[in-house]
DNA sequence: GTGAAAGCGCTAACAG
DNA sequence: CTGTTAGCGCTTTCAC
């Protein structure tokens, strides 16, 4: 055996157990250069010969190099991940809206570091754990069930946006959308339409779920509507529960506005399981618009915001703050009531207008 | 100012600029050890006094600590990374497998390094190139775009997973449902309950698409029956346009099997879009039993297939791979028909028996 | 234009 | 039980 030669099943042990990586090293010997050089030539560094650089792409092509993320962040000090927590990754808005922050990123050079795991507060702690020991430089949450303390606790160490409410922090950035406005006009287009009475099935203490029963109370009230609420969660069960509590109660209403689309789609099988049309025994509303929700069959009335909206300023807002230092924001943005088949005026013209009291239903277990 | 005070303003302006991180040097001066102690400490390596354990912890604990990764993978040559690529993050089912597969991975302390942004066949294959930078020490395609040229060069890189197809290359392990054989037994049942003209809207070149054709023609051509075939994309608009494409033809189905629960709804939404009634006029058959599927509202037949085996089954075939040197596999996991309420027999006893000759009603752009 | 050398934060022998 | 000493692969002065 030759030096420099290896048996070829000691070579192929050796390709197995240490798995090693093609290093700069490799390409700097075998382009005949040093090691700076070719990193230099490889970036994009000035100070190179073209004729040299081209050689060495080539070479670094042909042994099949990459570069060692690891290695270059450390040595650089500084990184480019970015964090990305998805609350609820089966939620259609949710995934919709990771997207396109990860695009967003990604064409301003940042590489999201996504994670699936953010489902209860506990976990979603623990990962941002995980997350900082990549060297993320910023974190965004995306609805994530964190409550405003953990969240400030996050901000501490790091440039932190939230996107699906508002923190109580002014070291957390915010993007949210107009909640509680949204909710606000959904009632008053009820209203208008000759409900009287509306319902809510709520989303708990879900991220914005608090705006938007804020603004459902702050409307029925002004219209001198008693309340007939339904606690609930964000997924499909929470709208069957709601309507099997709503309709089950003394004052059965003739609208529902749901916490979001998965609600309302729950609460819609639920209605039809019992033999009631939607809208002409009961409306409902939606709220994110997903993209099921503008289905023929579906076709849900919902307010709606954009996604990609919203990733554009939790991109924008954490770019300002990273290279530029600026202060914290929050955002709101628009919302806007989207019109389509599950929305009707009630059936019957005359609606018994029940005691001005509160009707509360009870809390979903 | 004594010494190791800093001025305030000074202090501040250090935390924006450098960003430093708490290494493991601090904490070692911290707690008047070594390095190489604390770092034993803190990973719980033997050879510490249970004491001074305890009390590194709480220093490191207090001055925020959080280890480095990038470092520790470089320096132990060994990383901990998967690279996990989602081919379509808004299908329910590629996401519960997602998590599934996270999920697994980080119960055998490795963690899912997630990209969602492999959705052409360009943008996968640098999404991997941006991974290998990770160092990843294998990776899963979830349904990934991937022809399988380009899987079988990832393959020659590193371990690799696929889950949902099965790939032409030995070095690649994958995982997949008996897409076959499900779409057969489908056909079956369809025939059994007096079905004569069944339709497909297929799922194209997406993965496993190809495995469902061939079941559907296999079982049509067994029942003497006419193909009736409409090639479309897995998404909600390619069961629309299916459907308007199929009721526009002479032959017009009393069943159509959809190449997955997105299809299908999509077609559902058509169908009663056009009048038409799900199951009475025309029966639906979808695949993956995505958790709306079983909504009373759609109560969608569908060919189940299970993501926690089959998540179960990449991450372990991933460590067989790893640990031992495994030979790749190609598992075939079982699939069933699960009867809900958009099946039914055809609502004549006589069918039109058309003839033999297969009626392609052409590609979807 | 190119190379030598010094680390980035951490782990892994090897000594004590 | 604890400290010392080398690097892991890369970037980055600083010389030449």
């Given at each position: 055996v030759e030096a420099g030669e290896v048996p070829a099943l000691l070579a192929l042990k050796e390709v197995h157990v240490s798995k090693s990586f093609?290093?700069?090293?490799?390409?700097?010997?075998?382009?005949?250069?040093?090691r700076a050089q070719v990193s230099r030539a490889l970036r994009g560094d000035a100070g190179v010969l073209e004729d040299t650089r081209?050689?060495?792409?080539?070479?670094?092509?042909?042994?099949?190099?990459?570069?060692?993320?690891?290695?270059?962040?450390?040595?650089?000090?500084?990184?480019?991940?970015?964090?990305?927590?998805?609350?609820e990754p089966l939620n259609p808005f949710h995934m919709q809206l990771a997207r396109a922050v990860d695009a967003e990123l990604a064409a301003v050079d940042y590489d999201a570091v996504v994670s699936l795991r953010a489902l209860s507060e506990d976990l979603a702690l623990s990962e941002v754990d995980r997350l900082m020991s990549l060297r993320i430089v910023g974190i965004i949450l995306i609805s994530t069930p964190h409550e405003d303390?953990?969240?400030?606790?996050?901000?501490?160490?790091?440039?932190?946006?939230?996107?699906?409410?508002?923190?109580?922090?002014?070291?957390?950035?915010?993007?949210?959308?107009?909640?509680?406005?949204?909710?606000?006009?959904?009632?008053?287009?009820?209203?208008?339409?000759?409900?009287?009475?509306?319902?809510?099935i709520n989303g708990g203490d879900?991220?914005?779920?608090?705006?938007?029963?804020?603004?459902?109370?702050?409307?029925m009230s002004a219209a001198g509507l008693p309340l007939l609420e339904v606690w609930?969660?964000?997924?499909?069960?929470?709208?069957?529960?709601?309507?099997?509590?709503?309709?089950?109660?003394?004052?059965?209403?003739?609208?529902?506005?749901?916490?979001?689309?998965?609600v309302a789609?729950?609460?819609?099988?639920?209605?039809k399981g019992l033999g009631l049309r939607v809208p002409e025994d009961v409306s409902l509303v939606g709220f994110d618009d997903i993209p099921y929700a503008s289905s023929e069959t579906l076709s849900l009335s919902t307010l709606r915001q954009d996604p990609l909206d919203q990733a554009r300023a939790a991109v924008a807002e954490l770019r300002a703050r990273l290279d530029a230092g600026a202060v914290p924001r929050a955002q709101i943005l628009p919302v806007s009531l989207c019109h389509r088949r599950s929305v009707a005026p009630p059936a019957s013209g005359t609606q018994q207008i029940v005691s001005a009291v509160t009707e509360d239903l009870g809390q979903l277990p």
């Amino acid at each position: 055996v030759e030096a420099g030669e290896v048996p070829a099943l000691l070579a192929l042990k050796e390709v197995h157990v240490s798995k090693s990586f093609v290093t700069l090293d490799d390409v700097a010997r075998a382009a005949g250069l040093s090691r700076a050089q070719v990193s230099r030539a490889l970036r994009g560094d000035a100070g190179v010969l073209e004729d040299t650089r081209e050689r060495v792409r080539q070479v670094a092509a042909k042994i099949g190099y990459s570069p060692n993320l690891a290695a270059r962040n450390l040595a650089t000090a500084r990184g480019t991940n970015v964090g990305l927590l998805i609350g609820e990754p089966l939620n259609p808005f949710h995934m919709q809206l990771a997207r396109a922050v990860d695009a967003e990123l990604a064409a301003v050079d940042y590489d999201a570091v996504v994670s699936l795991r953010a489902l209860s507060e506990d976990l979603a702690l623990s990962e941002v754990d995980r997350l900082m020991s990549l060297r993320i430089v910023g974190i965004i949450l995306i609805s994530t069930p964190h409550e405003d303390r953990a969240i400030s606790r996050i901000a501490a160490r790091l440039p932190c946006i939230y996107i699906g409410k508002q923190v109580d922090n002014p070291s957390v950035s915010t993007i949210s959308a107009n909640d509680r406005d949204g909710v606000i006009e959904a009632v008053e287009h009820l209203v208008s339409l000759g409900h009287r009475s509306i319902a809510n099935i709520n989303g708990g203490d879900s991220p914005g779920a608090a705006e938007r029963i804020a603004g459902y109370r702050l409307a029925m009230s002004a219209a001198g509507l008693p309340l007939l609420e339904v606690w609930g969660n964000p997924d499909l069960d929470a709208g069957k529960r709601g309507v099997d509590t709503l309709m089950a109660s003394k004052t059965q209403p003739t609208a529902i506005i749901a916490h979001n689309d998965i609600v309302a789609m729950g609460a819609i099988n639920r209605l039809k399981g019992l033999g009631l049309r939607v809208p002409e025994d009961v409306s409902l509303v939606g709220f994110d618009d997903i993209p099921y929700a503008s289905s023929e069959t579906l076709s849900l009335s919902t307010l709606r915001q954009d996604p990609l909206d919203q990733a554009r300023a939790a991109v924008a807002e954490l770019r300002a703050r990273l290279d530029a230092g600026a202060v914290p924001r929050a955002q709101i943005l628009p919302v806007s009531l989207c019109h389509r088949r599950s929305v009707a005026p009630p059936a019957s013209g005359t609606q018994q207008i029940v005691s001005a009291v509160t009707e509360d239903l009870g809390q979903l277990p």
